[in-house]
């Protein structure tokens, strides 16, 4: 054979070598397929990549019944945590305005409005800004994006098609579901045509007015919250109870906080329906299921807040044989759906907290165990949360409730007190909801179970206190612990009353 | 060179009625040397395949220092009557152009000669400086 031949042939074996070893691992279009572009599909496919994944990752916004759409990032971005930490930062502002005239300012404090407009404008000018940044970020970390919903078409197999042009198709060996979760609207006449949610108000074109926030959870109290401080009339619609599966004391002294600045509540009251009137005011009528008795009221704008909806129908699940349960898709430890390659996190899972940073890490331990043979798993426990309220709630570990069950009412010791934050007094802003308590094993070094803070900055004092409650933080080492003075978190350094001993828990004053 | 004298009587009888800097006049040619681009063939034609030197000036709508910066690269490319365009790029309507273009803080100015990225400029500038640049790579375009 010539040389030209004997290279010819070697070559050609060369390539079938390749290409029989190939086909081993390059089954799949991806290696990964996220849908949803959201904080836990992001956190997921960003990780994934850093691991050496080829990631494709969908997200695409259905618009709101009157319209809304909105970028990149997911709730969190565009329709949650940011926008929110916005207004209630734009409401504590106009508090402060007032504050500062006892400190010596010299503002006119009368009448100050806010201009509703301008804030909109802001808060939608900044997640634009995030939206963009998320966009470079997915391309210079190589993850591949498409603006587009995706639907199973068998396990392994998603169908999309961008901007309705022809239908396509793309191949994964594994696949996460991140596709989060959208408020609810209730069963009643005018709901969708009438209502807004969360998903419209952070880009609402025209000022609230008059609102009635149906729904007691954090959603609906923290709209109330910001929207009574930039000056309008909320009233919140409680079906049963405000904050359910929150600390009940720690709720109920957050509803008498709210009420206290001026917010109306409505208990045990559920709507019937919403009608527009001639002037273009809304008509709520509205039932109280404990004095059985009907009523209505006029509002400029009803929101619901009634709780959110995982976002399975557009996926076809069914192709897939993956299992759901109320709107949501069940997993196990290791975020596995039924279907062993199919995973799911974030706001989509069923029974787990719908937080952001608890949907980027599972994200990216998912991602890790995936790609970099990592064995970690998500830790659910211990998870720390606030509620923005202008004196905002925030707590970590068990709630008192909780903890009784758990250990019974003889092995746990509550310390409990008010508390006068120093910054309070000069502008005489109540101090009567500023609380805080310890829940912990009455044995031994005393192990605390939960903290709970009602105040300001709450999610700052807390977060601190979250990993010490992670690493087994005692009652003894928190006594021990010498306070920074003067702030409110060192009150968790003073705490000495306890409920068993039916001291008066409120403080004569500080420093001692 | 009448068109320059008209614009700067115009500027300048303006001035002294209002005693403040406006844009220049807009005269036909003008609006071949700045103009929004409304897509990626738009953007071929005007920009990668024209003659003169193109500044592109990747904006978004929800940045201030790029409102703030459009009216100042306007009134110097104005100046400079005819030697550079200006393309307007929202990066919004034209992401993958943008991306493309590696553009990541906004707003961001690049020079196209012959398709081919001369200079940029990212973030707001002061007049001055932003007037300097584009002297500059008006020179290095015609070398």
Known sequence: MSLWKL???????????????????????????????????????KEAVDNGARVLCFDYVKPTPVGTKWGLG????????????????????????????AYGWNVNDQNIKPDWQKLVKSVQNHIKSVNWVT?????????????????????????YSVKGGP???????????????????PPILGATEF?????????????????????????GLECACFLKGLGYDPTVMVRSIVLRGFDRQMSELLEAMMSERGVQFLHTTIPSSVERQGDGRLLVKYRNTTTEKEDSDVFDTVLWAIGRKGLIEDLNLPAAGVETKNDKIVVDSKEATNVPHIFAVGDIIHGRPELSPVAILSGRLLARRLFAGSKQLMDYADVATTVFTPLEYSCVGMSEEMAIQTHGPDNIEVFHGYYKPTEFFIPRKSVRHCYLKAVAEITGDQKILGLHYIGPVAGEVIQGFAAALKSGLTVKTLLNTVGIHPTTAEEFTRLSITKRSGRDPTPASCCS | MQRQLLNTLGRGTRQLIRGQQMRPLSVSAQRREIFKVQSAEDFDKKVKNSQTPVIVDFFATWCNPCKLLTPRIENIVGENAGSIKLAKVDIDEHSELALDYDVGAVPVLVVLQNGKE??????????????????????????
């Open chain 1, 7 to 45: 290279l010819q042939v070697s070559s050609a074996i060369r390539s079938i070598a390749r290409s029989a070893s190939y086909l081993g691992k390059v089954k799949y279009d991806y290696d990964l397929v996220v849908l949803g572009g959201g904080s836990a599909g992001l956190a997921c496919a």
């Open chain 1, 74 to 101: 997911g709730t969190c971005v565009n329709v949650g945590c940011i926008p929110k930490k916005l207004m209630h930062q734009a409401s504590l502002l106009g508090e402060a305005v007032h504050e500062a005239v």
């Open chain 1, 135 to 159: 966009r470079v970020d997915l391309r210079d970390k190589k993850v591949e994006y498409v603006n587009s919903m995706g639907a199973f078409v068998d396990p392994h197999t998603i169908e």
């Open chain 1, 167 to 185: 239908k396509q198709q793309a191949t994964a060996e594994y696949v996460v579901v991140a596709v989060g979760g959208r408020p609810r609207y």
């Open chain 1, 195 to 219: 209502g807004i949610t969360s998903d419209d108000i952070f880009s609402y074109d025209r000022e609230p007015g008059r609102t009635l926030v149906v729904g007691a959870g954090y959603v």
């Open chain 2, 118 to 143: 001369i200079k940029r400029m990212v973030g707001l500038q002061d007049e001055d400086k932003i007037r300097a640049w584009v002297a500059a790579a008006v020179k290095e375009s015609k070398n």
